[in-house]
């Protein structure tokens, strides 16, 4: 099964010819009934949705891209465009410059209030 900070690694490990063999290596002592675990990698809960048929409660590379528009004078926005990372800005279809940021989040659960939060960090471009 998929964990974050999985108990195991894969490796193929070639042989000679064509042939080879999947090693299963543990990364840490484990207890005689402990699931073993590996990381399907570092996916949000869309892409393991999509492919494997599950999502986590902590899903720690979880993100959403939101377009946001630039306004100002058009100096003003040129100059908003300049700070942001190469490739993170557009011109659509009206000539409005956009950004595409991308941020990350966590959601977590409180006990006391049987809810979900949503935390979110700043945003990174």
Not at 65 to 89: C, F, H, R, Y
Not at 104 to 113: H, K, Q, R
Request: net charge negative; glycine share 6%; aromatic share 6%.
């Amino acid at each position: 099964n998929h964990r974050s900070e999985p108990s195991c690694s894969l490796a193929f490990e070639p042989m000679l010819g064509d042939s080879g063999e999947l090693v299963v290596r543990l990364k840490h002592t484990v207890d005689a009934d402990e699931q073993l675990t590996i990381s399907y990698g570092d996916k949000a809960n869309d892409e393991l949705i999509a492919q494997y048929g599950f999502a986590l409660l902590h899903a720690p590379h979880e993100c959403a891209v939101v377009l946001l528009p630039l306004v100002g004078d058009s100096s003003l926005v040129m100059q908003k465009a300049s700070l942001l990372p190469p490739g993170t800005t557009f011109v659509n279809d009206a000539g409005e410059i956009r950004a595409c940021v991308s941020f990350g989040w966590c959601l977590t659960s409180s006990a006391e209030t049987d809810s979900l939060a949503l935390n979110a960090p700043q945003l990174t471009p």
